[in-house]
């Protein structure tokens, strides 16, 4: 029909909200805890912890060592009685840090000092410190006794069967320092280079031979040492903590937040 406006179909949606495209789900937040470098971390502090509790038991030790355990300035590093049934009683060889490093060897030793005293008090008795080859050669066919691992606590007796020594000890010029007679006998000696051999017998070189043996030195750098050990202690104990608390408190921190975003 001329005139009429075509027929419109309604556009039925037109003008209604259409529904939102759904939301894209956010990524997980990652949980918190403890990731291999954070746990490598706080081993790591445990470690220098475990070191720091070393070096400060060693310290207190040594300290202990200087101000308590000295006796005339001197610290015992070996006592006791001895007896051999032979003609002389020796100690192992001992080597003072060869190759000219008096310097050092002077720092931790220092001077030694041996107090012996004759079981018997009417017997004189002689102390003397050699060269060990020398004094292996003057003992050499010789029947005595060598005390081993004096200063270790562990202090056996090797046997060396023989006769009697060819010359009495105190006629004999083999000696670097020597002390001899009744009572208490004491040997000073400034530590050198070297391998070295004491020596305690009866003065006239008879058997058998029966003596108390007090070996001291002055160690000089040990107050130093301990302060040294107390020093590293304290830093090996503030690593120790800052690599352990650093990782654990971040895992707090990322716990706290995780926390309070859940209750939200």
Sequence with gaps: MSGTAPHQ???????RPTSAPPTQPSAPRAHPGYSPGRVVSIISG???????????GGGGTLLWADLGARHGGYLTVAAGDYRTSGYAMSSDKV?????????????????????????????????????????QAYLSGTHYSTLTHLA???DSVVDHPG???ATAPVRSSVWTVSAT????????????????????????????????????????SLLWISVTLFVVAALFTVAG????????GRVARERSIGSSTTIR
């Design 181 to 220: 007679g009744t009572g208490t006998q004491t040997l000073t000696w400034p530590s050198r280079d070297g391998t070295w051999m004491l020596v305690v017998m009866n003065a006239d070189g008879s058997a058998p031979v029966s003596a108390h043996v007090d070996v001291g030195i002055t160690a000089p």
């Design 241 to 248: 903590i800052v690599l352990i608390m650093i990782p654990m």
């Design 9 to 15: 179909i309604p556009d039925y949606g037109q003008g």
């Design 163 to 165: 006769a009697a020594p």
């Design 46 to 56: 445990v470690l220098l912890l475990l070191v720091g509790l070393v070096a400060l």
């Design 152 to 154: 270790g606590g562990r």
């Design 95 to 135: 080597t003072l840090w060869g190759n000219g490093h008096l310097w050092y060897q002077t720092s931790l030793i220092g001077d030694v000092r041996v107090t012996v005293t004759a079981t018997d008090p009417a017997t004189a008795v002689f102390v003397g410190i050699a060269p060990a080859d020398t004094a």
